[in-house]
C-alpha cells in the first residue's frame, strides 16, 4: 500500500528565513504521481504542483521550489524569503496509476508558521 | 466563476439526522471525488465517481451514499447522523483517468463543507 509521511507536524520561521518541507513516500510502482496543495486558514485546498515518476528535474516557481529524488524517496518543498501568507497546512500526496481505481494519498500535513 | 463549488459551507444538524451535501464543478472533468477531512487535519478519500458511475469506495459507512446526476454534479447524502461524523467534506474533481493519459490527473478541491454534529 502506498504511504506519505510528513515527519514535521509544526514549524515556524521567522518572515524571510527559508524553511524546507520534508515528503516521503513510499509505494510498489513505478509510475506515480506526487503532488503538495496548501491550506490556508481559510480552509480551502490549493494545489501547488504535480510530478511524475519519471521527471526528477528540480522545478522552482518565484519563491517556491520542489526536489524530487527517486533514490531516497523523497520530494520536498522549500519556500525561499518566506512571507505572512505562507502560513499554512502544507500536504505532500502521492497518486498511483491504477486504471480504474485511482486515488490520492495524502501526507498528514506540515503546520507551517510565519512570524513576522 | 468558481471551479469546484460545494454547498452548504457550513451545516450544523441533529445526531440522527439526514443531510445532504452538493458539489458542482464547471472545469469539463469526468471525475469527481468526495474526501473527509478530520480533526486532526488528515484527509481521506471516500469516494470517486467517474463520468456518473462509482470508481472508489473506500471503507465508509452505508450511511453515506454519494449520487451523481451528471458529470458535473456529485451530491453526498448522509443518513442518521453520528457525532463522529463531524468534519470537513470535500469534494474534487479531475480529468479522466484515462489510460494513455497515465493517470495522475490533478485533482481540484472545493472550499469544503464544516458539518458539525451535535
Known amino acids: 500500500a502506498q504511504k506519505v509521511t510528513q515527519a514535521q507536524t509544526e514549524i515556524s520561521v521567522v518572515e524571510k528565513e527559508d524553511v524546507t518541507l520534508d515528503c516521503v513516500y513510499e509505494t510498489r510502482d513505478t509510475t506515480y504521481y506526487l503532488f503538495w496543495y496548501k491550506q490556508p486558514p481559510s480552509g480551502e485546498l490549493v494545489f501547488l504542483i504535480r510530478r511524475n515518476s519519471f521527471d526528477e528535474q528540480n522545478e522552482i516557481s518565484g519563491r517556491y521550489s520542489w526536489n524530487f529524488q527517486k533514490s531516497t524517496s523523497s520530494f520536498n518543498f522549500t519556500i525561499t524569503a518566506s512571507q505572512v501568507v505562507d502560513s499554512a497546512v502544507y500536504f505532500c500526496?502521492?497518486?498511483?496509476?491504477?486504471?480504474?481505481?485511482?486515488?490520492?494519498?495524502f501526507g498528514t500535513g506540515t503546520r507551517l508558521t510565519i512570524i513576522p | 466563476d468558481t471551479a469546484v463549488s460545494q454547498t452548504p459551507k457550513y451545516l450544523v444538524t441533529q445526531m440522527g439526522n439526514d443531510k445532504s451535501i452538493k458539489c458542482e464543478q464547471n472545469l469539463g472533468h469526468d471525475t469527481m471525488y468526495w474526501y473527509k477531512q478530520d480533526s486532526k487535519k488528515f484527509l481521506k478519500i471516500m469516494f470517486s465517481y467517474n463520468n456518473k458511475e462509482l470508481i472508489i469506495n473506500e471503507t465508509v459507512p452505508n450511511r453515506f451514499s454519494p449520487k451523481s446526476p451528471d458529470k458535473a454534479h456529485l451530491n453526498l447524502h448522509i443518513n442518521s447522523l453520528e457525532l463522529g461524523d463531524s468534519a470537513v467534506y470535500f469534494c474534487?474533481?479531475?480529468?479522466?483517468?484515462?489510460?494513455?493519459?497515465?493517470?495522475?490527473?490533478?485533482?481540484?478541491f472545493g472550499p469544503g463543507t464544516r458539518l458539525l454534529v451535535l
Open positions: 474534487a474533481s479531475s480529468q479522466e483517468m484515462a489510460l494513455q493519459r497515465g493517470g495522475g490527473e490533478t485533482q481540484y
Open positions: 500526496a502521492l497518486s498511483e496509476r491504477s486504471f480504474g481505481n485511482e486515488k490520492l494519498t
